[in-house]
């Protein structure tokens, strides 16, 4: 998930709940989570509602752990752990991660401790819809993210592999939400992509952040509410289109990095990213 500059999208709509500001005026997603516009709705392929006990760790038929503290090619400042202190159910159907600044130990220089999950090796499909219903931090320095990468990183590696960030945001703008792909060539860092801004704080409540993906395009949605399409006929010539490949779910809560700069003193910790599901509708013969 590397820095991005997205351009902002101007455009008026009601208000609603959440309070809109800038948003283009689209067709509705089915708020029951399906596609509207799908006539043959993508079949339900997996989820998890992390129902478990209060402090066990996320399934590991599901989910596996990046860790480390090597700035992720970001320059983020957490060592990412397997612990239950920085990732576990709460026994009321949500995975909590949470990022904690701590006496850094001897060999790890890191004063931030936070947790990466992802379903590489568990689970990945190619084509469909991906949503996850969350309630994120704010404070400066945070940037809480659901994303997806190509099961042939290994292979090609970053960006040949493709990216499609879902969700990311900012602590200190905890109304502006970004959708973005990275793909190889001269936007590979900075992204393809838009930005929504609300009213109120995301960080308020729960709010579902979505992207359908299909062969030719990649649609990214607040609420139901579709804020940007990424579309392969527009997309920039001189770039790739690598969404071609099956893709797995990265979900995590950094701290720091170029793009977000560091906490400031008035951040608080522990700070906690609530997830309350994760699903995925994989497109009929996707």
Request: net charge positive; aromatic share 10%.
């Amino acid at each position: 998930m590397p820095r991005r500059t997205a351009r902002t999208l101007i455009a008026a709509c009601a208000a609603t709940a959440c309070g809109w500001v800038v948003v283009h005026v689209l067709p509705r997603e089915g708020s029951d989570g399906s596609l509207a516009q799908a006539r043959a709705a993508p079949h339900p392929t997996w989820s998890d509602e992390f129902n478990g006990r209060s402090g066990s760790r996320p399934s590991r038929l599901k989910w596996r752990y990046d860790v480390g503290g090597h700035g992720w090619g970001n320059d983020e400042l957490e060592r990412y752990t397997r612990r239950a202190s920085n990732a576990r159910l709460d026994g009321r159907g949500h995975l909590v991660i949470t990022a904690r600044h701590e006496r850094p130990r001897a060999r790890h220089r890191r004063h931030y401790t936070s947790a990466r999950l992802k379903t590489f090796g568990r689970f990945s499909f190619r084509y469909g819809r991906v949503a996850a219903r969350m309630r994120v931090p704010s404070g400066r320095g945070l940037w809480p993210a659901l994303w997806m990468m190509g099961t042939n990183i290994r292979r090609v590696g970053w960006p040949r592999c493709g990216e499609i960030d879902v969700m990311e945001l900012l602590g200190q703008h905890p109304s502006r939400v970004y959708g973005t792909v990275h793909g190889p060539g001269p936007h590979r860092k900075r992204g393809v992509g838009g930005k929504l801004t609300v009213r109120r704080s995301l960080a308020r409540g729960f709010h579902v952040y979505a992207a359908s993906w299909t062969p030719y395009r990649v649609r990214f949605s607040l609420d139901g509410r579709r804020y940007e399409t990424v579309r392969r006929s527009r997309y920039p010539k001189r770039d790739a289109w690598a969404f071609r490949h099956r893709m797995f779910i990265v979900l995590n809560l950094a701290v720091g990095g170029r793009w977000p700069g560091p906490p400031s003193a008035r951040t608080r910790f522990p700070a906690h990213l609530e997830v309350d599901w994760v699903r995925v509708w994989r497109s009929a013969g996707g």
